[in-house]
């Protein structure tokens, strides 16, 4: 992706005049025509392009066509800051700092479960083989000391998270906006900060996986080392290509905790750049004894001081971007049995499905009184995020309610939704027939891709028709549940935390918390012209 990108003529913004990310399809032809003949574009009295040979002959050009998921899943128009930075995260930029740093430097790498799903389900190995194959390669060639998974990085963010929201729901605390949205997904994020400003404050300020675990591996190691955090250069491997901009973010202190983020299609791209020779790599893997023992060699490449080196790479209950929703509700079930007599195996979670598979809502419910306890919803794609920020923006303050008139028109339609879900319910509606409420959901868990994390941009591609591809998804997704569930002790979790807050004396928000800004869009009127006629 980084490649398509040019920093030329760049203002603040990439107008889709100047750059876009989408590849244009030119036929083979170049700049001649299909007959040799040489072409040129110009803009007629009523501001087409036209396509006009040597000769005079004119042709009208096709205006070309954008999508949702051609530009919005992947930043659509970055900026020309976010354009440099992309340039910096590249596997060839990773290697150039292999080389020049080697002997001054020590490298450590985290990846993430959605690439070792990716990984093996495109070279038709088992993701524990792909696992053995990474910390080969990233170990015994390129001198690597540490890998770990992102496992206990997400856990401290699902913990963080959940805890946060059962705690600003029981305090009642005013500034607490309802329905919380994740903002794990830097797509997502970058969408709200440039397009939607009004939705940050429903943003949940929890750290993603990838940043929690770049400061915990970078610290604890420099740690074992005796080294100063700054001599380790920390790599990570992850399914999104806007995970590149998620390292880059300004946060409290000048230091970084990812270096270089690739995907598994830059690892396959690196690995024949240095023509390593894939089918040889996994015959070192199996030839070597230290090797066999999958959870000894994990607790071999984390650092000393890691919680639960096995357990970083294991799964989680959910969703396959990370199963925020999912575990929010087991959090708050947990909390429930235990303030109250009702035990566990008297509550569960119950999915309602919504008008498409990347929309659902889960439900906390006691099954002896029928009672929903606690909601949350999964929204995958920028179909249905639109959908969900316009519901989001009639209950704000910019929202209809801004006026009398406004109020009285609301107040009618909740009343014609109620009477409506009344005699639904009256005539004893079941799960199927029920509908997705997401302004009544504590928590949202919002992805950028369609199907989430593990149909990321950076993930290595199946065929490109539409039916084949979704089975390839499908197919990356059966590796992705492979990966075995890890039982992690959510107390002795907590306690981890905190001991290793005081022995590196950081700031608990340095570690969880994260920072938002609005983006302003350009205000000349060129760029104005140039992007509302597109």
């Not at 740093?101 to 799903?117: N, P």
């Not at 598994?264 to 090797?291: A, C, Q, R």
């Not at 000894?296 to 396959?320: I, K």
């Not at 006026?403 to 079941?430: D, F, I, P, Q, Y």
């Amino acid at each position: 992706m980084s490649a398509i990108l040019s920093a030329d003529d760049l203002n603040d913004f990439i107008t889709p005049s100047v750059a876009c990310i989408k590849p244009v399809e030119n036929n083979g032809q170049g700049k001649t025509g299909g007959n040799g003949k040489k072409l040129e574009i110009e803009i007629d009295a009523e501001g087409k392009p036209m396509e006009v040979s040597k000769e005079g002959n004119t042709t009208r050009l096709q205006r070309a066509q954008i999508s949702l998921s051609d530009c919005l899943a992947c930043s659509g128009c970055i900026t020309s800051s976010e354009e440099v930075l992309m340039q910096q995260h590249s596997h060839k930029e990773f290697l150039k700092a292999l080389d020049k740093y080697k002997g001054e430097k020590t490298f450590v790498a985290s990846i993430s479960h959605q690439a070792r799903a990716s990984l093996s389900n495109a070279l038709g190995i088992s993701v524990a083989d792909v696992d053995r194959m990474l910390i080969k390669l990233f170990v015994d060639r390129l001198g690597f000391v540490k890998v770990v998974g992102t496992g206990l990085g997400r856990r401290i963010s699902l913990k963080q998270m959940s805890q946060g929201i059962i705690d600003a729901l029981q305090s009642n605390d005013k500034d607490h906006r309802k329905p919380i949205l994740t903002s794990v997904c830097p797509g997502w994020v970058m969408y709200v900060e440039k397009t939607h400003p009004f939705l940050l404050p429903y943003m949940d300020s929890t750290k993603s996986p990838q940043q929690i675990t770049g400061l915990l591996l970078k610290r604890t190691t420099a740690a074992e080392l005796h080294v100063r955090p700054e001599k380790v250069y920390n790599l990570s491997v992850m399914p999104c290509f806007d995970k590149k901009l998620e390292a880059a973010r300004d946060e409290r202190d000048e230091q970084v905790d990812v270096d270089c983020v690739i995907t598994p299609k830059e690892v396959l791209h690196m690995l024949e750049e240095m023509e390593i020779n894939l089918d040889g790599l996994l015959h070192e893997v199996s030839t070597d004894p230290s090797y066999a023992d999958l959870s000894a060699l994990y607790e071999r490449v984390s650092p000393r001081y890691w919680l639960y080196p096995v357990e970083s790479w294991t799964n989680d209950e959910g969703s396959a971007s990370g199963g925020y929703a999912f575990q929010y509700l087991i959090a708050a079930m947990h909390k429930y049995a235990a303030e109250t007599s009702t035990g566990a195996g008297h509550l569960t979670i119950r999915k309602v499905e919504g008008r498409n598979p990347d929309i659902y809502e889960l439900e906390l419910v006691n099954t002896d009184s029928g009672e929903t306890l606690a909601r949350s919803a999964v929204v995958n794609g920028f179909r249905n995020i639109q959908n969900m920020v316009r519901k989001i923006k009639q209950t704000s303050e910019k929202g209809p309610e801004a006026n009398g008139k406004g109020r009285t028109a609301l107040r009618r339609r909740r009343m014609m939704r109620s009477h409506h879900r009344r005699g639904a319910e009256v005539s004893g509606g079941n799960d199927s027939k029920q509908s997705v409420n997401l302004l009544k959901c504590e928590l949202i868990e919002v992805m950028a891709c369609p199907e989430g994390c593990i149909n990321g941009g950076g993930l290595i591609s199946g065929p490109e028709d539409h039916h084949s591809a979704k089975l390839w998804v499908d197919k990356v997704l059966d590796k992705y549940w492979t990966i075995p569930n890890g039982g992690i002790n959510t107390d002795e979790l907590e306690s981890w935390v905190q001991n290793w807050l005081d022995r590196f004396t950081v700031c608990s928000s340095r570690l969880l918390k994260t920072r938002f800004r609005r983006v302003e869009a350009p205000k000349d009127n060129a760029t104005i012209a140039m992007t509302s006629t597109w």
